[in-house]
Each structure stands twice: as C-alpha cells, then as structure tokens.
C-alpha cells in the first residue's frame, strides 16, 4: 500500500513558477512509476507528466511540455514537479499518483494507477 501527500499549490500569477511536491510512504517507492495528473473546473481528469519506474525519458502531455519537469528522489520517497511559465489554462487540482507495481502499461491513462494524493490547488490569475 502506498499513501501519497501533494502539497505546493497556490496562488500565483501568469508567467509565474511554483514546484509541487507529493511525498510518499510505504515501501518499494523506486518500482512505482509516478504521475502527475490534473482537473479544472467543469473538466476531466488529464494527464501532466509521468517518470517510469525503470527510468527513462520523462513523458508530458503536450500542454505543458517545455514548462514543466518531473522528478523524482526515490531516497526522499517523493515526486516533484517544477511549473514554470504558468498560464491561467493550468489552473487546476493537482494529484499526484503511483502506478501499480512495476507497471509496464501506458503511462498517460488514469486507470494504469492503483494510488492517488488528496490533491493540491493551483491557480493562476492576475
């Protein structure tokens, strides 16, 4: 089992920058894959960003590709993700989640992670 803890949203304003965290417990953290997804008001859950278990290239959804970075430090337990150059279309409830155990399946679906954070707000406004 694996319980996930977002923290890092606020209130910041177009062009600015904030890093979200989520911190990890329980054991084997380095053979989950982990992700970030979203959701705005009104709208499905999408994808943000992915780093694989095994490693690799991280994967990003066209949207936020060039502006925001995924890592993570398997020593800490934790995935971040740092967002430059926000837009107010980024504007959403971040989640952060971790896929079953040394998945191998696609990387940009909901259903491919069996746990989920509590979600962290972001907004961004002038």
């Known amino acids: 089992q694996v319980q996930l803890v977002g923290s890092g949203g606020g209130l910041v304003q177009p062009g600015g920058s904030l890093r979200l965290s989520c911190v990890a417990s329980?054991?084997?953290?380095?053979?989950?894959?982990m992700a970030w997804f979203r959701q705005a008001p009104g709208k499905e859950r999408e994808f943000v960003a992915a780093?694989?278990?095994?490693?690799?290239?991280?994967l990003y959804a066209d949207s936020v590709k060039g502006r925001f970075t995924i890592s993570r430090d398997n020593a800490k337990m934790a995935v971040y993700l740092q967002m430059n150059s926000l837009k107010s279309e980024d504007t959403a409830v971040y989640y952060c989640?971790?896929?079953?155990?040394?998945?191998?399946?696609?990387?940009?679906?909901?259903?491919?992670?069996?746990?989920w954070g509590q979600g962290t707000q972001v907004t961004v406004s002038s």
């Open positions: 780093f694989r278990w095994s490693g690799g290239t991280p």
């Open positions: 989640a971790a896929s079953y155990l040394t998945y191998s399946g696609p990387l940009y679906v909901d259903s491919s992670y069996a746990f």
């Open positions: 329980g054991r084997t953290f380095s053979s989950y894959s």
